[in-house]
């Protein structure tokens, strides 16, 4: 009881950190139907961006308290992480937005490899992993459960809520404001949206820019929770969350954060109960992910495609 | 310039009256797709497709080394000595990028060090050698590709390498075949001298082979002395990264654990490219293990045994040689961890003391690692040998056969303590030395050597 509970939670920390980088692959998708596989490496850059600020950026009293520390990675990661983003639509989909879809797909290839040599020839130490402070309140939450005990760490929390709360904000952002119906309409119809006055150029870019932010929150709280990161950070993150993504059906916020809170459980309970252990906990979350396709291929909150004539 | 591709033509208007709520970005991806769904479905499939790859790629993924690497390295050699005749070639086979590369690039500079002394010595009359660095990247199929480099080159003369077991054993054919002699600095699987069944059936595989570090059949039953005799831990639970060296190690540790009376508690795994270990530890856990053992390497150990500690499991960990590294302790080695080491701490011995001031002098950018001294040692054994083959005649390729006796019967000391190899090519140096973290660093706890 107490491990499935332990397991449970550590899924459910893990998940919340994929959910939060399958946002952004879900949203760009959604608006240009490009698979950014170069937004796991936005979220590893965004990593060091945080660690960059704290080691170089801020005070050393500010280092010292914790609140301090983190807000000023927070920032950092985030500005890194964005304006990581809009370079790369400018320079890298932009150019091929009206190319074969799988012209930008082998771009973002390239631009994902791109960014990991940079970082680990320019980053100082990143040839190996490198560690990065905890800034944040250092006690484990234990809660005592029958046949033992459970643990939570303060960041494990910290993590599943911001991602929800992430996620949530998100939504009423797309589904209330001005911009998120202008990306709605550039989503459906970027021709008619630039009838009806939407600049899709502008509105394409502010998906990059949410994604990235997205992107930098999950690469401060990777920081904080697992304190340390090397540049191959982004890859296997990156393929969760893009697992995440198209689990619970591409385009769809929902699915994206449900994908994500799916997959780290499935990770931890069945690396601890399905037969093989940890060593085959990946190949039940990719067991999974095919018998969804197979059956539901449009994903599990993503809409069924119908065949119009 | 931004019209998009598909010709406009008249649909039906997606449904108005919006539910706020999290559907809505589904319905415009679905009426997108109305659009052209062929095109989603294959830019998805072509994406799962492409993931998968990645994924089944993810070993092999090649990088390419920057900075220095081998050649210009035999700076202001002394006048007096006579280098006229060749260039001669000392390859290196060592991951020099990737997660492990903190070792290697001490492996790197420690034998470039070696033979920066040796020019500065005229070790070899008439010859002047040189270091060739190649990248393994801690792969098995790169290393070989890395050995097919060397030996296609007739100057080389000998290799010293690799970092790791699995690496090793793609590397021994390809150099056995041309007759390169290679001295590990670093190999602790017994196959790779003693063939598989290294216990009762000892068989040399390829009689190019030494290493001057002793194997997991001596590292790790001392381990297992140490944690269950002195430490009294009598219930252990085993983690590996299933990599040739972590399993060796661990399997040798668990037989004389077990026969000194400790309990086995849990067995785990955990991949190389993962950085959350909360399963493993959440698994290992529920057995209520005393001490972990850590079969694998410091980039994985270290956040294993921080992770541990944050999910309350908060236990020595013990790893081998490949925990004992300062990077474990950055990455999140806790006080009182542990890790075995071959030799003798390096304070202790005179010679030791002087390759580390010689290092140090040097000033490289890395640190010389746990392997550093057993390469400049693995350097000096290939130097030494050479020079007794050489003597003053020519060095040709038909040498490269006296080179490897000359290498098998080599006595001399070094950093790390008596150089001289048995029979099946392995160090009969077989001193270790338990290492414990304290005031955030490795300090020598125990030196003694295996009796069995």
């Known amino acids: 009881m107490a491990t499935l509970l332990q397991q449970l939670i550590s899924g459910l920390v893990l998940g919340g950190q994929i959910a939060l980088i399958a946002l952004g692959y879900t949203m760009v998708y959604g608006i240009i139907q490009l698979i950014n596989f170069a937004h796991g490496e936005v979220f590893m850059v965004s990593v060091f961006g945080a660690l960059a600020t704290y080691n170089w950026f801020i005070p050393e009293s500010w280092q010292q308290t914790w609140p301090l520390a983190l807000l000023a990675m927070l920032v950092g990661a985030v500005v890194v992480a964005v304006v990581l983003a809009v370079l790369m639509e400018r320079f890298a989909y932009r150019p091929l937005r009206n190319a074969p879809r799988l012209a930008p797909l082998i771009t973002a290839l390239g631009v994902s490899v791109m960014l990991k040599e940079i970082v680990r020839l320019s980053f100082p130490g990143a040839t190996a992993a490198v560690h990065v402070p905890r800034a944040f309140w250092d006690e484990p939450i234990t809660f005592k459960v029958p046949g033992g005990t459970v643990v939570i760490g303060s960041t494990g929390l910290l993590v599943i809520v911001v991602a929800i709360v992430g996620a949530v904000l998100l939504q009423v952002y797309i589904s209330r404001s001005r911009m998120g119906r202008a990306m709605r309409a550039t989503a459906q119809d970027p021709d008619t949206a630039r009838l009806m006055g939407v600049d899709p150029n502008r509105t394409i870019v502010l998906t990059f820019v949410i994604g990235g932010a997205l992107a930098g929150v999950a690469g401060v709280l990777y920081g904080v929770h697992l304190n340390n990161v090397d540049t191959d950070a982004g890859f296997l993150t990156g393929i969760f969350a893009f697992t995440a993504a198209v689990l619970g059906g591409v385009g769809s916020i929902k699915g994206a954060v449900i994908g994500g809170f799916i997959i780290g459980v499935i990770k931890t309970v069945g690396g601890q109960y399905l037969p093989g252990g940890t060593a085959y906990d990946l190949v039940w979350i990719f067991v999974l992910l095919i018998l969804v396709l197979v059956f539901r291929p449009q994903g599990l909150f993503g809409e069924p495609e119908r065949v119009r004539a | ?452």
């Open chain 2, 1 to 452: 310039m931004t019209t998009s591709q598909s010709v406009t033509t008249f649909r039906r208007n997606p449904p108005t009256g919006m539910r706020a709520g999290f559907g809505m970005l589904t319905r415009i991806v679905r009426t997108k797709a109305e659009k052209g769904h062929h095109v989603r479905n294959q830019t998805v499939k072509a994406a799962v497709l492409v993931a998968s790859a990645l994924l089944l790629a993810a070993c092999g993924t090649n990088k390419t080394e920057s900075g220095s690497s081998g050649g210009n390295n035999s700076s202001n050699t002394q006048q007096g000595c006579d280098q006229s005749k060749d260039t001669l070639v000392i390859g290196v086979i060592a991951p020099q990028s990737g997660g492990l590369s903190a070792l290697g690039l001490g492996i790197r500079n420690s034998a470039e060090l070696a033979v920066e002394q040796a020019n500065e010595k005229c070790a070899v009359p008439g010859y002047k050698l040189k270091v060739q660095t190649e990248d393994d990247q801690a792969t098995p199929q790169v290393g070989a590709q890395a050995a097919t480099r060397l030996s296609s080159n007739a100057k080389v003369i000998g290799v010293i390498g690799t970092l790791n077991s699995s690496v090793a054993q793609s590397v021994q054919p390809v150099l056995q075949a041309k007759k390169i002699v290679q001295v590990s600095p670093a190999n602790t699987s017994p196959s790779l001298t003693r063939g598989d069944d290294f216990l009762n059936n000892p068989k040399r595989k390829y009689d190019n082979y030494f290493r001057v570090c002793a194997t997991d059949d001596v590292q790790g039953p001392f381990a297992a002395k140490y944690l269950v005799g002195k430490a009294g831990k009598k219930s252990i639970a085993i983690i590996t990264d299933g990599k040739t060296y972590g399993e060796g190690l661990a399997s040798e540790f668990k037989k004389q654990a077990e026969k000194d009376g400790a309990k086995i508690v849990a067995t785990e795994k955990v991949g190389e490219k993962d950085t959350d270990f909360s399963t493993v530890i959440n698994a290992v856990r529920g057995a209520n293990p005393d001490a972990i053992y850590y079969g694998g390497e410091y980039p994985q150990a270290g956040p294993l045994s921080k992770q541990a500690k944050d999910l309350g499991l908060n236990v020595p960990v013990m790893g081998g040689d490949g925990v004992y590294d300062p990077k474990f302790i950055e990455l999140g080695g806790k006080e009182g961890d542990l890790a075995t080491s071959v030799g003798a701490p390096v304070d202790s011995l005179d010679t030791a003391k002087a390759f580390v001031d010689a290092y140090k002098a040097k000033k490289y950018k890395d640190e010389l690692g746990a392997y550093g001294a057993f390469s400049y040692d693995a350097a000096n054994v290939i130097i030494g040998a050479l020079a007794q083959t050489v003597k003053s005649g020519d060095w040709s390729e038909s040498q490269r056969a006296a080179l490897i006796t000359n290498v098998g019967s080599f006595s001399a000391p070094g950093a790390t303590g008596e150089l001289k190899f048995d029979q099946y090519g392995d160090s009969t140096n077989k001193l270790m030395t338990v290492y414990k973290v304290s005031g955030g660093k490795w300090n020598p706890d125990e030196t003694g050597t295996f009796g069995g």
